[in-house]
């Protein structure tokens, strides 16, 4: 059980990361980041000075805009740096030689852990990213930024980048071209205090921003490596690559026949669906119906084993429903995926079907059913929207809300989840949010959806 709970733990902290990842690259870059975002040649280190390492004082946002901000030393770092180039995002940063470093056409992410682009784990240790991207794409959404402070309040100022209760530390000015900003949050689910240093640059008409997060315990002893980190990044002129004269294939979607076994005369699985996409990795939906006379509030676990065609398997993982309370004759959504990358062998185009089972656990979810006051969707040309009213029908205050429903296609068999989030993640009793959520791929074939429901974790 305590493996469950670190690997529903690391998901959603994976899942807060990337979204505020992609939130930073949404402002600093017209481009996006791939599905979920799990962020060299030598050269000496620059001088520096030592300065102490106490965290700054934070205060509740809005963070402080000081008129006038004078440059702080860096801090004395001893650990061997090395630089990073990215050519295609356009800047230069120094890092530790013994980090991991993943790079794309956006930004470039360091770790301290090994792991694959967009899979780095914040709980096992420090992860850095830096974005960069024209200035005029952040000026055509929030329009002219003259200073770094009006860069860093457009960023601290966002809805929902810093999750409800944080907190934003003054600004630093570690160069005259680079602010970093401190920030702070506890996971309302798991109660792990997170910080992270956020930082901006401009250099004529390009942006950059800077973020490193750890685990609050870890904070001081990286908060000098993140601000030299920061301090060391360098903007310019992105080199532009030539356009492949080869033919350039689209990866497609590959559906991947599988089987489900329930629980007999309990749980079983009303329809589900298993495909391959177009980024490389596996994705499984499904609907699962409470067939018995018992309501479950535990745990209940969905494994899926991966095969080839002889039979071998190639990876089993597993996630649990999206429904925390399932009482008898109620279906709850599933959906779940696999990184290619995590293939214990072969490669994504050697699926060829999976199995998927249940297992029953007597581990409590400590989430609660909140109420759907009302909600309608449509297909649209691109996409297929659902959007309604959530209530907080508690006696507590909610937060961490959650909303899902289920797409299906003409014959009323699953064809994927939404999931999303009402435009206030904490709701008192009684009080109301509207929501809107839409389909993000593999949706094509729904013509219908339902099973629309809202979760959230109770205040004490």
């Known amino acids: 059980m305590n493996e469950l709970i670190k690997l529903n733990s690391v998901r959603r902290i994976m899942a807060l990361s990337l979204a505020m990842l992609v939130a930073i690259t949404t402002l600093a870059c017209s481009c996006q980041l791939g599905n979920l975002t799990k962020l060299a040649t030598q050269i000496a280190p620059t001088s520096t000075v030592a300065v102490a390492t106490v965290p700054p004082e934070l205060t509740k946002p809005p963070s402080p805009t000081p008129t006038s901000i004078m440059p702080t030393p860096p801090p004395l770092v001893t650990t061997e740096m090395v630089l990073h180039t990215n050519e295609e995002a356009g800047f230069r940063v120094q890092y530790p030689a013994a980090w991991f470093v993943e790079s794309d056409v956006d930004g470039s992410y360091f770790s301290e852990v090994e792991a694959g682009l967009y899979t780095m784990d914040p709980t096992e240790g420090p992860v850095f990213a830096v974005f960069a991207g024209p200035l005029t794409d952040i000026e055509s959404e929030i329009g002219a930024i003259e200073t770094l402070e009006q860069l860093m309040d457009a960023l601290v100022g966002g809805e929902g980048f810093i999750p409800e209760g944080g907190e934003i530390g003054e600004y630093e000015t570690l160069r005259a071209d680079v602010l970093v900003a401190p920030a702070s949050w506890v996971d ?29 315990e870890a904070w001081e002893s990286h908060l000098d490596l993140f601000r030299t980190m920061a301090g060391s990044v360098e903007l310019f002129e992105p080199v532009v690559q030539e356009e492949p004269t080869a033919e350039v294939v689209t990866p497609v979607s590959r559906e991947v026949p599988g089987t489900a076994t329930g629980v007999e005369g309990a749980l079983e699985f009303s329809s589900y669906r298993g495909w391959v996409d177009d980024e490389g990795n596996f994705q499984v939906v499904a609907e699962l119906t409470n067939v018995g006379d018992e309501t479950y509030n535990t745990y209940i676990d969905v494994y899926w084993r991966l095969l080839d065609a002889s039979g071998n398997v190639l990876l089993e993982d597993y996630s649990s429903p999206d429904r925390p309370i399932l009482a008898p004759g109620e279906k709850s959504s599933f959906w779940s995926f696999s990184w290619g990358s995590d293939l214990e062998s072969g490669t994504m185009d050697d699926v060829a079907s999976f199995e998927m089972w249940l297992e029953v656990t007597d581990l409590e979810r400590t989430e609660a059913m909140i109420e759907v006051v009302e909600h309608s969707g449509e297909r649209t040309t691109d996409t297929f929207v659902v959007e309604g009213i959530v209530r907080n ?19 009323g068999n699953v064809v994927n989840v939404l999931y999303g989030w009402p435009d206030t993640d904490e709701l008192a009793p009684g009080e109301e949010s509207p929501f809107s959520m839409s389909a993000w ?17 109770p205040g004490e």
């Open 441 to 457: 791929s593999d949706w094509e074939n729904a013509v219908d959806y339902g099973n629309v429901f809202a979760t959230g974790s």
């Open 188 to 216: 309302e689910t798991t109660d792990q205090p997170w910080h992270m240093l956020l930082g901006v640059t401009i250099s004529g008409e390009r942006a950059g921003v800077m973020a490193g997060l750890t685990v609050a």
């Open 393 to 411: 029908n508690l006696d507590s205050t909610v937060t961490g809300i959650y909303v899902y429903a289920t797409l299906y296609d003409a014959d």
